[in-house]
């Protein structure tokens, strides 16, 4: 079965640009969660969708949305980049059992961001 | 106070030994809890989860939790270089929201 996967997989843009970045979740799994991690940091929780509803923000700026599409896939969409934003975008996906905090997260190879 | 710590290493084992990696959270609310291994480049890759207090066996990997402490740990035995990675203990703090450590570099010497 494939797993979670993540377009582009590259991406180099300059300030003031905005970017689209795709993910599509493990078959059967409803959730979709997007982390950016900076180097040298653990990932840092963005948002989180489940049946195309949003469930969970991050400490982001209002330049960063998301939406999640009926088959789950989603996107994450970031406008007016900053050089800060240079970052590994990780999607991760999960099925919601009955106890979701309980659920395992499991994440695509991700899209390499990088502003210039 | 970050609410998930780790000793960011690396930490050097020679091959064979038993690696220990340690984390500790803040927010006593905690329910679940995961160990991701995470290669230099790639994205991070689920190894063990553990819920309740106790220890947790998965072939080389062990996961302990202690709750009362807010401490995770991972044991990795008859280590391998090809262990060498950075480990990240993440906390879900809510619904599916995961909070992660730093992470800690494991470098396994032949």
């Known amino acids: 079965d494939a797993g979670v996967t993540q377009s582009p997989t590259h991406l180099i843009k300059t300030r003031g640009q905005q970017v689209t970045l795709r993910c599509s979740p493990i078959s059967g799994h409803k959730s979709v969660s997007w982390y950016q991690q900076v180097l040298g940091q653990g990932p840092q929780f963005i948002f989180q969708y489940y049946e195309k509803e949003e469930r969970g923000r991050g400490n982001f700026p209002d330049r960063f949305s998301a939406r999640q599409f009926p088959n789950y896939s989603s996107e994450l969409n970031v406008n007016a980049l900053l050089l800060g934003d240079s970052a590994l975008y990780l999607c991760?996906?999960?099925?919601?059992?009955?106890?979701?905090?309980?659920?395992?997260?499991?994440f695509g190879p991700g899209t390499r961001l990088t502003v210039l | 106070q970050k609410e998930v710590e780790q000793n960011s290493g690396p930490l050097s084992v020679p091959e064979g030994a038993i690696a220990s990696l340690n984390c500790t959270y803040s927010d006593r609310g905690s329910q679940s809890f995961f160990w991701y291994r995470q290669y230099s480049g790639k994205s991070p890759e689920l190894i063990m989860s553990i819920y309740s207090n106790g220890d947790k066996e998965d072939g080389r990997f062990t996961a302990q939790l202690n709750k009362a402490s807010q401490y995770v740990s991972l044991l990795i035995r008859d280590s391998q270089p090809s262990d060498s990675a950075t480990y990240l203990c993440?906390?879900?703090?809510?619904?599916?929201?995961?909070?992660f450590g730093t992470g800690t570099r494991l470098l396994v010497s032949p």
């Open positions: 991760a996906s999960s099925l919601i059992p009955l106890a979701p905090s309980y659920n395992e997260q499991f």
């Open positions: 993440a906390v879900n703090t809510g619904f599916q929201k995961l909070v």
